[in-house]
């Protein structure tokens, strides 16, 4: 079953070929509660825990593509969920640092990257609109959760040459937007899709409510 996503990639446009064979490698039904595991290979987004959402594994790809991961890069995910994507890209990159402000889903997911023997990822629970200034820079950054701008912390933490990734908007309708830095600011670089996301809650977001 680990490719039976890859039509409906393939079928959206996705042509980055280690974005494919990573879809292809890890099962999206391991990292999604046991209830939706019968749709896990359907391209839709399922429920977890906490109000959230496991991302639409089409969207998933086309913001993984927008990053160009080579291998080597050093990553920071925005809102490790079950850690699906997290999974993905500790295929595609060499080091992953996720953040997760709730406590459970951090441990989920933590359970659920051991099972897989994934060594390259590790999972934060923090402000993920703070990033992780420890650990920074970060040759990408994937904020898979809406604000109207790109928060400053984050911004601050890609490296020169890198790329971030965002939903831009108030939460629930969203233009997911890649950035590059160069030497002096991060810049609007182009628009990846349109989607819905939950809103990003921190000190440099939403307030929590």
């Known amino acids: 079953m680990t490719d039976a996503l890859i039509p409906a990639l393939r079928a959206v446009g996705i042509r980055d070929e280690r974005v494919l064979d990573a879809f292809g490698a890890i099962?999206?039904?391991?990292f999604v509660p046991g209830a939706s595991r019968g749709r896990a290979y359907e391209d839709v987004p399922l429920p977890i825990p906490r109000g959230q959402v496991t991302t639409q594994p089409s969207l998933t790809a086309r913001m993984l593509e927008a990053l160009a991961l080579r291998?080597?890069?050093?990553?920071?995910?925005?809102?490790?969920g079950h850690g699906?994507?997290?999974?993905?890209?500790?295929?595609?990159?060499?080091?992953?640092?996720s953040v997760e402000r709730f406590a459970d889903l951090a441990a989920t997911a933590r359970a659920n990257l051991e099972r897989w023997r994934i060594g390259n990822a590790r999972v934060v629970v923090a402000d993920g609109s703070s990033g992780l200034p420890e650990h920074a820079p970060f040759d990408a950054i994937v904020v898979s959760a809406a604000f109207t701008?790109?928060?400053?912390?984050?911004?601050?933490q890609v490296a020169a040459g890198g790329r971030l990734v965002q939903p831009i908007g108030p939460g629930g309708r969203e233009d997911v937007t890649l950035y590059?830095?160069?030497?002096?600011?991060?810049?609007?670089?182009?628009?990846?899709?349109a989607a819905h996301f939950v809103p990003l809650v921190g000190e440099h977001a939403f307030p929590a409510g």
């Open 27 to 30: 099962r999206r039904g391991d």
């Open 71 to 80: 291998g080597s890069e050093r990553v920071l995910e925005v809102g490790t």
């Open 84 to 97: 699906f994507q997290t999974a993905l890209l500790a295929r595609l990159a060499d080091t992953v640092w």
């Open 149 to 156: 701008r790109v928060p400053e912390p984050l911004a601050e």
């Open 180 to 193: 590059v830095r160069d030497e002096t600011r991060l810049r609007r670089a182009g628009h990846v899709t």
